[in-house]
T-cell receptor
Framework: EDQVTQSPEALRLQEGESSSLNCSYTVSGLRGLFWYRQDPGKGPEFLFTLYSAGEEKEKERLKATLTKKESFLHITAPKPEDSATYLCAVHQIPGGSYIPTFGRGTSLIVHP | EAGVVQSPRYKIIEKKQPVAFWCNPISGHNTLYWYLQNLGQGPELLIRYENEEAVDDSQLPKDRFSAERLKGVDSTLKIQPAELGDSAVYLC????????????FGPGTRLTVL
């Protein structure tokens, strides 16, 4: 059973067409939820960390929000350079062991 | 500031051959992680180091995989012998403090086992 589920798997947008990516999780003992961007052939690049429900963070056209069961990555007026795979990861420490669990990602393509 | 460095970037080997990947973390980062990423999947943690000590290595297939981090700086991940199913991207990441701190990833090594 997946503990972290991202949707949609793929998303195509026109430039300027705002949308949201979802990351739902079922882990206990959440210590943080991370959003990353991954371009083809590269490692994930850190975007945001959220620690508690109600928290929000923004960076340029991106805004991340967190509830007790899910996180959203809102993309406002996207540009073609925002095309990438967006990964979320939850960090939990059940029983003292560190378990970072990544979702499968959402592949975003923004057409000019 | 230099990022996480990994080498080689690409490796093609025959099955049953050994292979090794090298990682140099960001200077001053005492925590180092090795991940495996299959196509279309998120990274999966293999092992985490705090300085020289390997912790959280429950996901590492110890029959064929081994890792070391001598002197608490750079690290090597080895597979011996490699199997077809080991074909994947191997990512290294580092962070400056606790496991909750931001992880900075290297570009990865793409392994193809024929």
């Amino acid at each position: 059973e997946d503990q972290v589920t991202q949707s949609p798997e793929a998303l195509r947008l026109q430039e300027g067409e705002s949308s949201s990516l979802n990351c739902s999780y079922t882990v206990s003992g959440l210590r943080g939820l991370f959003w990353y961007r991954q371009d083809p052939g590269k490692g994930p690049e850190f975007l945001f960390t959220l620690y508690s429900a109600g928290e929000e963070k923004e960076k340029e056209r991106l805004k991340a929000t967190l509830t007790k069961k899910e996180s959203f990555l809102h993309i406002t007026a996207p540009k073609p350079e925002d095309s990438a795979t967006y990964l979320c990861a939850v960090h939990q420490i059940p029983g003292g062991s560190y378990i970072p669990t990544f979702g499968r990602g959402t592949s975003l393509i923004v057409h000019p | 500031e230099a990022g996480v460095v990994q080498s080689p970037r690409y490796k093609i080997i025959e099955k049953k051959q050994p292979v090794a990947f090298w990682c140099n973390p960001i200077s001053g980062h005492n925590t180092l992680y090795w991940y495996l990423q299959n196509l279309g999947q998120g990274p999966e943690l293999l092992i985490r180091y705090e300085n020289e000590e390997a912790v959280d290595d429950s996901q590492l297939p110890k029959d064929r995989f081994s890792a070391e981090r001598l002197k608490g700086v750079d690290s090597t991940l080895k597979i011996q012998p490699a199997e077809l199913g080991d074909s994947a991207v191997y990512l290294c990441a580092s962070s400056s403090g606790t496991v909750i701190d931001t992880q900075y990833f290297g570009p990865g090594t793409r392994l193809t086992v024929l």
